[in-house]
Structures are given as structure tokens and as C-alpha cells.
């Protein structure tokens, strides 16, 4: 049987993981999410505290003369550059995909295995308010705090992954399916794509 890589893209708050968890379990396959994180650190032999300090983030040379005020450290020449670790990170991706089936979230993995037939590409989305509860209750900050925390979380996905593809983050036509969580919440999100994944006749 051929592996299946389903490549879960997310809004902040819409429940991407606890969706993906669910279905890893459903489909008794792995789940990366930070886990990949680590991978990659363990691939590389570079510390993982660079791979998150850079997670999910575009390097722009503002963004690297920020990161060098704020830590001491410049990336752009070196070989632990945002491009570097991405490079790396994209070799650990490619690499997963081609031993096992397994979910993984973010991370541009959609993009990186563009040329996988076996991956499905998924992006969830939810709305303001059902994402600003979620947040403000898993946090324990207030909704307007979640407003703000999940207006840079996004900003930060979009430029990440715009930046590293050629598609843009959260646009239908990016993704093999789209779906609202706010609409059906998250039990029927994983019905759903299950059914899609069933019409495909990737799983049974």
C-alpha cells in the first residue's frame, strides 16, 4: 500500500492539532507538529533551539537585523541562515514522507512535497470569534489578548510560507481541501476528511 502524507495547514486557534491528532489516531499513523522540529534537529546535528527560534517565520533582512538585536545573533551569512534551516527542515520532510505515513502540520509541507502524489494537502480556518474563545481559553488570556496573539500568529504563517513557496497561505486553490471548523466544529471536520480521504480511495 502506498504511504500517505496529509499535510495539515492551519489558522491559529481553528484547531489544526487537536484535529490532526485526532485523525493520526483515526488513521493509526505518526503526527509531527514541533516533532518535526526536533527531527530536523537530529538530521542536522544543529541544536533544536534555532529550529524553533525560526519556526514558521520569514527571514527577511529586517527580520534577521531584529533577531540580531534581540539575541546576538546574525544568520544571514552564516550556515545556520533562516535558508539554511529551512533547507534542512524541507530534507527532513522529504525524507519522513518517503519512510512512513504520517500527518504533519505547517511548516510549508504542502509546498515541499508538491511533487509527493501521496500527500493531501488540507488547510483549516475558523472564525474570529470561535478562534479568539479557543485561544483565550487554552492560554487563559483574555479574548482581546487572543485577538492580537492570533492576528501575529497568522501574520507569521502567511509571510513564512508565501516567502518559501509559490502559492499563497490560507487560498483555497492552494490546498486539496479547505475547510471551516467553525461551521461543523472539530468531530465533523474529522468526518469530513476522512470521507474525502475515503472517495480518494487512499485509506478504507
Same mark, same amino acid.
Given at each position: #500500500?502506498?504511504?500517505? =502524507?496529509? *499535510?495539515?495547514?492551519?489558522?491559529?486557534?481553528?484547531?489544526? +492539532?487537536?484535529?490532526? /491528532?485526532?485523525?493520526?489516531?483515526?488513521?493509526?499513523?505518526?503526527?509531527?507538529?514541533?516533532?518535526?522540529?526536533?527531527?530536523?534537529?537530529?538530521?542536522?546535528? =544543529?541544536?533544536? !533551539?534555532?529550529?524553533?527560534?525560526?519556526? !514558521?517565520?520569514?527571514? *527577511?533582512?529586517?527580520?534577521?537585523?531584529?533577531?540580531?538585536? @534581540?539575541?546576538?545573533?546574525?544568520? $544571514?551569512? &552564516?550556515?545556520? *541562515?533562516?535558508?539554511?534551516?529551512?533547507?534542512?527542515? &524541507?530534507?527532513?520532510?522529504? /525524507? %519522513?514522507?518517503?519512510?512512513?505515513?504520517? =500527518?504533519?502540520?505547517?511548516?510549508? @509541507?504542502?509546498?515541499?512535497?508538491?511533487?509527493?502524489?501521496?500527500?493531501?494537502? =488540507?488547510?483549516?480556518?475558523?472564525?474570529?470569534?470561535?478562534?479568539?474563545?479557543?485561544?483565550?481559553?487554552?492560554?487563559?488570556?483574555?479574548?482581546? !489578548?487572543?485577538?492580537?496573539? #492570533?492576528?501575529?500568529?497568522?501574520? /507569521? +504563517?502567511? $509571510?513564512?510560507?508565501?516567502?518559501?513557496?509559490?502559492?499563497?497561505?490560507?487560498? *483555497?486553490?492552494?490546498?486539496? %481541501?479547505?475547510?471551516?471548523? &467553525?461551521?461543523?466544529?472539530?468531530?465533523?471536520?474529522?468526518?469530513?476528511?476522512?470521507?474525502? %480521504?475515503?472517495?480518494?480511495?487512499?485509506?478504507?
Amino acid at each position: #500500500m502506498n504511504k500517505l =502524507i496529509i *499535510s495539515i495547514g492551519r489558522q491559529f486557534g481553528s484547531g489544526g +492539532r487537536v484535529i490532526g /491528532k485526532a485523525l493520526a489516531e483515526k488513521l493509526n499513523i505518526d503526527y509531527y507538529d514541533k516533532e518535526l522540529l526536533l527531527l530536523a534537529a537530529k538530521e542536522s546535528g =544543529i541544536a533544536s !533551539e534555532f529550529f524553533e527560534q525560526k519556526d !514558521e517565520k520569514s527571514h *527577511s533582512f529586517l527580520e534577521q537585523a531584529i533577531d540580531f538585536i @534581540s539575541t546576538g545573533h546574525f544568520f $544571514n551569512d &552564516s550556515v545556520l *541562515s533562516g535558508d539554511r534551516l529551512f533547507k534542512i527542515q &524541507s530534507d527532513a520532510i522529504i /525524507k %519522513l514522507a518517503e519512510e512512513k505515513s504520517c =500527518i504533519i502540520v505547517g511548516r510549508c @509541507s504542502d509546498y515541499i512535497l508538491r511533487d509527493n502524489p501521496n500527500c493531501v494537502s =488540507i488547510f483549516l480556518h475558523s472564525s474570529d470569534s470561535d478562534r479568539a474563545k479557543r485561544i483565550s481559553t487554552r492560554l487563559n488570556i483574555s479574548e482581546e !489578548e487572543a485577538i492580537e496573539k #492570533m492576528r501575529s500568529e497568522d501574520k /507569521k +504563517r502567511a $509571510n513564512y510560507y508565501n516567502f518559501y513557496s509559490n502559492k499563497t497561505w490560507g487560498e *483555497s486553490k492552494t490546498y486539496d %481541501l479547505s475547510i471551516d471548523v &467553525s461551521k461543523i466544529g472539530e468531530e465533523q471536520t474529522l468526518e469530513i476528511i476522512l470521507q474525502y %480521504l475515503r472517495m480518494r480511495k487512499l485509506v478504507d
